[in-house]
């Protein structure tokens, strides 16, 4: 393999080596992969100069990733949700101008700019600020934001994200398939798969397979619940917790018992449809031959 080696200053053979490196970020080691050249005839490395890979955004990306932390395009689409500049969610923030920029564009955000735009995901906290100091904005447009925040609020603490605090929260991690808890997908797929009726057990399988099958073919789970390994195989844990809820205080599905010579099962029917609208077009299917 050739290249120009800037040190040689002219083609030379070269050597592309793949490998990891070690970057610390805020104190903590993480290997990252990395790719350069080897000049055969000096010995020289150097970067490959069409490579769009870069370690330290690969290494920042791992660190948000380990600590929970909202990544860069996760920022922006929190943004562009409401329609909103860089400047006017910097301003509405009390931040500088070009704050936003620079982490959309991969700056890792402090700890306290984390936070605060963590705590904004709340669009009953973005609401919050937009009626308090949103003065700037364009009255057409302030009125039009607030709408969307309004409406958005309705939909994230409708039934049964208001559950999200009961049930307690956690960040996406291996034990949650890296994915956050998201209570409304756990119940819908609950009742989802009660339609037609199924065993406790069974119901359990149906939504470890599904979250593990999404998974495997998109590193993430569907729902963000964590698994517990019982006799009977894997079931989401505090799984009585949430089929309690559904039955006892949603009234979304219903619980029978049924005998099988010797031994009794219990058979959960759902009473009410199931929301499919917060799955993706993946979800809309049926897999019968689960057992």
């Given at each position: 393999m050739k290249q120009i080696c800037p040190n040689c200053e002219k083609i030379t053979d070269v050597q592309h080596i793949k490998t990891d490196?070690?970057?610390?970020?805020?104190?903590?080691?993480?290997?990252?992969?990395?790719?350069?050249?080897?000049?055969?005839?000096?010995?020289?490395?150097?970067?490959?100069?069409?490579?769009?890979?870069?370690?330290?955004?690969?290494?920042?990306?791992?660190?948000?990733?380990?600590?929970?932390?909202?990544?860069?395009?996760?920022?922006?689409?929190?943004?562009?949700?409401?329609?909103?500049?860089?400047?006017?969610?910097?301003?509405?923030?009390?931040?500088?101008?070009i704050t936003l920029s620079r982490y959309e564009n991969g700056a890792l955000q402090d700890d306290?700019?984390?936070?605060?735009?963590?705590?904004?995901?709340?669009?009953?906290?973005?609401?919050?600020?937009?009626?308090?100091q949103g003065d700037f904005l364009a009255e057409e447009k302030k009125n039009r934001l607030i709408g969307l925040l309004e409406n958005a609020v309705e939909e994230t603490h409708s039934f049964p994200s208001i559950y999200s605090e009961h049930f307690g929260k956690y960040g996406p991690d291996i034990l949650s398939g890296f994915k956050e808890l998201n209570v409304n997908k756990l119940f819908q797929a609950i009742i989802f798969f009660c339609v037609d009726g199924v065993l406790k057990t069974k119901l359990c399988k149906l939504l470890f397979y599904a979250d593990f099958k999404h998974y495997r073919n998109n590193a993430s789970s569907i729902t963000g619940v964590r698994y517990v390994h019982l006799k009977p195989g894997p079931v989401p844990d505090r799984y009585g917790y949430y089929f309690a809820t559904l039955e006892n205080e949603e009234k979304a599905i219903s619980v029978d018992e049924v005998n099988y010579g010797e031994y009794t099962g219990e058979m959960y029917h759902a009473d009410i449809k199931p929301d499919l609208s917060p799955f993706s077009n993946f979800f809309k299917f049926r897999d019968k031959n689960i057992n």
């Open positions: 490196e070690e970057i610390t970020v805020k104190g903590e080691r993480i290997n990252v992969p990395v790719e350069y050249f080897k000049c055969m005839e000096c010995g020289d490395e150097f970067d490959d100069p069409e490579s769009k890979h870069d370690p330290l955004a690969f290494a920042y990306k791992e660190y948000r990733r380990r600590h929970g932390m909202m990544q860069p395009k996760e920022i922006r689409a929190l943004r562009q949700r409401y329609g909103l500049t860089q400047k006017e969610l910097c301003k509405l923030l009390g931040w500088g101008e306290t700019h984390n936070t605060i735009l963590q705590m904004i995901k709340d669009p009953r906290n973005l609401l919050g600020l937009v009626e308090l």
